[in-house]
């Protein structure tokens, strides 16, 4: 089955520093790569999402890059504010089902 | 706006005791799936149906059955409860695999069930 590792596992940023999470993954008909955003106490949300026919995505100041023949995907945070501390869950699908990754913790540091 | 519900927040059950988790989602979703979420190790697939009466097994089926007797009702079913199933328990729903809209597999999320086998 699909194996997702995700990495760093903790990231403490600045306020307006970028944060960057990467998520390898190891099935390579994965072709569904999304990211969703756990704060404390709440339930996973989608923050954005990418197909393998697409090699970047943005949204604000969230974006995603995709590098299908290394397997491996990041998410990007530009502008980091205190709102984006949270737990970032990166996903993949060959079909049907999604594979998480292990999750990172994010702080935005005031 | 999606909307998945679970039956509670928190639950306590005892060693052995047969368990229930229900789902509920309201829009009209084929998918729907049930993780378990521990520390470090992400979201882990138990269960997922898609299709009323239909069942497929995730990644850690092993001490759980499922229900889908209605397209909007998927359970979760812990026949003996043991201490090492104590977790947070997410369902989750999608609309259609194949569906051509762009979020026919964005999966939503219910709030959680925080489970507790003494």
């Known amino acids: 089955g699909e194996n997702v590792e995700q990495h760093p596992s903790t990231l403490s940023v600045q306020e307006g520093d970028s944060a960057v999470i990467k998520c390898t993954y190891s099935?390579?008909?994965?072709?569904?790569f999304p990211w969703y955003k756990q704060e404390l106490g709440k339930r996973p949300q989608l923050i954005i999402d990418?197909?393998?026919?697409?090699g970047e995505k943005k949204d604000q100041r969230i974006a995603v890059t995709l590098n299908k023949t290394a397997k491996h995907f990041s998410l990007h945070i530009t502008e980091t504010q205190p709102e984006d501390s949270a737990v970032y869950f990166c996903?993949?699908?060959?079909?049907?089902?999604?594979?998480f990754g292990a999750g990172t913790t994010v702080t935005v540091r005031a | 706006d999606v909307k998945v519900t679970q039956s509670s927040r928190y639950l306590v059950k005892r060693t052995g005791e047969k368990v229930f988790l229900e789902c509920v989602q309201d829009?009209?979703?084929?998918?729907m799936f049930w993780y378990r979420q521990d520390p470090g190790l992400g979201l882990r697939l138990i269960y997922f149906?898609?299709?009323?009466?239909?069942?497929e097994k995730g990644d850690i089926p092993e001490g759980y059955s499922v229900s889908r007797e209605k397209k909007e009702r998927f359970s979760l079913i812990l026949e003996s409860a043991s201490t090492n199933q104590t977790s947070m328990y997410l369902c989750?729903?999608?609309?259609?695999?194949?569906?051509?809209?762009?979020?026919?597999?964005?999966?939503?999320f219910g709030p959680g069930t925080r489970l507790t086998v003494l």
């Open positions: 829009m009209d979703h084929e998918n």
């Open positions: 990418i197909r393998s026919n697409v």
């Open positions: 149906s898609y299709d009323v009466k239909m069942k």
């Open positions: 996903a993949a699908s060959p079909r049907y089902k999604l594979s």
């Open positions: 099935d390579s008909a994965s072709n569904y």
């Open positions: 989750a729903s999608s609309l259609k695999w194949g569906d051509p809209s762009d979020r026919a597999d964005t999966q939503y």
